[in-house]
């Protein structure tokens, strides 16, 4: 990648600059002896359709879906309580500091950064303190689009006033960074902080280091 095409560094919040929801509903399942990997799986067989993806785009609000999602899981055989499940999800969303230092330092270099996040009314507080370092700032729940839809990265670009070579994009959940590469963006997966640091480089952007 060279440094001087990358004109905005787009990042998810929960999994990447946030603590991981994905960590926090493993640890759910393995705490109430739920099959591993129910809840995702179910997410994504329900589709755009499923109380997920509406709570997502903010048609439900947690009382509803919460409803809507536990009918759900009772239909494909496993009865669990989705408040709790949120809970545990909102208190994992503790902001990760080598990102936070990163996202300072790329805004140092003169490059736009850019929140991208699938979240939902009600949520966790811990992503919305985070406007200020950001840019741009797309909520899924506020505009009513969901990531892997092309239109909320057409939307976020659009933002960004980038264009989509110069997008560079990060997140936790490869389905969503093959759908950004498909917009003609940039994509790295997130892994860990030091996997970061290099993938990063080769755009030109250093982490400073955690404190």
Same mark, same amino acid.
């Given at each position: 990648m060279e440094a001087r095409r990358i004109a905005a560094v787009v990042f998810d919040l929960g999994g990447v600059v946030l603590g991981s929801p994905l960590h926090a509903i493993a640890r759910f399942e393995r705490e109430r002896a739920i099959p591993e990997g129910f809840v995702n799986r179910l997410v994504v067989a329900s589709g755009p359709s499923g109380a997920w993806a509406r709570l997502e785009r903010g048609e439900l609000e947690l009382e509803a879906f919460a409803a809507d999602f536990e009918a759900e899981c009772a239909r494909s055989g496993c009865r669990m309580d989705a408040r709790v499940l949120m809970e545990r999800i909102a208190e994992s969303?503790?902001?990760?500091?080598?990102?936070?230092?990163?996202? %300072? *330092?790329?805004? &140092?270099? $003169?490059? #736009?950064? /850019?929140?991208?996040?699938?979240?939902?009314?009600?949520?966790?507080?811990?992503?919305?303190?985070?406007?200020?370092?950001?840019?741009?700032?797309?909520?899924?729940?506020?505009?009513?689009?969901?990531?892997?839809?092309?239109?909320?990265?057409?939307?976020?670009?659009?933002?960004?006033?980038?264009?989509?070579?110069?997008?560079?994009?990060?997140?936790?959940?490869?389905?969503?960074?093959?759908?950004?590469?498909?917009?003609?963006?940039?994509?790295?997966?997130?892994?860990?902080?030091?996997?970061?640091? %290099? *993938?990063?480089? &080769?755009? $030109?952007? #250093?982490? /400073?280091?955690?404190?």
């Open positions: 969303a503790q902001p990760r500091p080598a990102m936070l230092a990163a996202l %300072a *330092r790329i805004r &140092e270099r $003169g490059l #736009r950064t /850019a929140a991208l996040t699938n979240n939902w009314v009600g949520g966790s507080d811990a992503s919305r303190g985070l406007r200020g370092r950001f840019d741009v700032f797309v909520e899924s729940s506020t505009v009513g689009l969901r990531k892997p839809d092309p239109r909320i990265f057409a939307h976020a670009q659009s933002l960004a006033h980038a264009q989509p070579h110069e997008c560079l994009f990060i997140d936790d959940i490869p389905a969503n960074v093959e759908a950004a590469k498909a917009c003609g963006w940039r994509g790295v997966v997130y892994d860990r902080d030091d996997d970061m640091r %290099a *993938r990063l480089t &080769e755009a $030109g952007v #250093r982490f /400073a280091p955690a404190r």
